[in-house]
């Protein structure tokens, strides 16, 4: 099983900051995940990495940006945060081949903006 | 477009036996999932179907019926514990990419 992990885990930050959600794994995952998750709803993919320096926007369009510089690190930024943002930020990893699309979770960093 | 459907919520007794259905409409199909999210917690892994047919693994089995786009978990021997959310997600053509559905919310009792 991955080891994946996310920080912080909880985020109360005013309007108009600038914040990055950190993300790593330790099992060499070549493809990362973000996903957006509002209370009682279902996961949406918001970006996506199949290895270093490839990053792709998910089915849910987000304000936030993403980098992949190194495998083990995946990190997402809001510029500008704002309270349409507040919500919960899952990171997910698994390896390449379709026997191994599993993809592993980490405990998400849930993101309050005032 | 995907969709997918669960129950929104089953409540069941513990030690007994509780069957959470999921069916999905994706565009292709490459595998179904299920994980079991506890409040505040990440999701976890629990089960993989990609072809037709029963997945067991322990208490947990997990059913695939590709032609009906037809899926179920079945819990046997329920604990306390097992009261959690229980995701339905399928990887369509992007074959990267889960599509989750809402979640079953399980209450398990005494």
């Known amino acids: 099983e991955a080891d994946i992990y996310q920080t912080p885990r909880y985020l109360v930050i005013g309007t108009g900051k600038k914040i990055t959600l950190e993300c790593s794994q330790t099992m060499g995952h070549d493809k990362m995940y973000w996903y957006q998750q509002d209370p009682g709803m279902e996961l949406h993919l918001i970006h996506y990495s199949y290895g270093v320096n490839s990053t792709e926007k998910g089915d849910l369009s987000s304000e936030s940006t993403v980098s992949r510089i190194r495998t083990e690190h995946f990190p997402l930024t809001l510029e500008s945060a704002r309270p349409s943002h507040t919500s919960q930020y899952l990171c997910a990893s698994s390896e390449w081949g379709l026997e191994e699309n599993i993809q592993y979770f980490g405990a998400g960093t849930r993101l309050s903006v005032l | ?110």
């Open chain 2, 1 to 110: 477009g995907q969709n997918i459907d669960q129950p929104t919520e089953m409540t069941a007794t513990e030690g007994a036996i509780v069957q959470i259905n999921c069916t999905y409409q994706t565009s292709g199909f490459n595998g179904l999932f299920w994980y079991q999210q506890h409040a505040g917690e990440a999701p976890t892994f629990l089960s993989y179907n990609v072809l037709d047919g029963l997945e067991e693994k322990g208490r947990f089995s997990s059913f695939l019926s590709r032609s009906k786009g037809y899926s179920y978990l079945l819990l046997k021997e329920l604990q306390m514990k097992d009261s959690a959310s229980y995701l339905c997600a399928v990887i369509g053509n992007s074959g990267y990419a889960l599509n989750f559905g809402k979640g079953t919310s399980l209450l398990v009792t005494p």
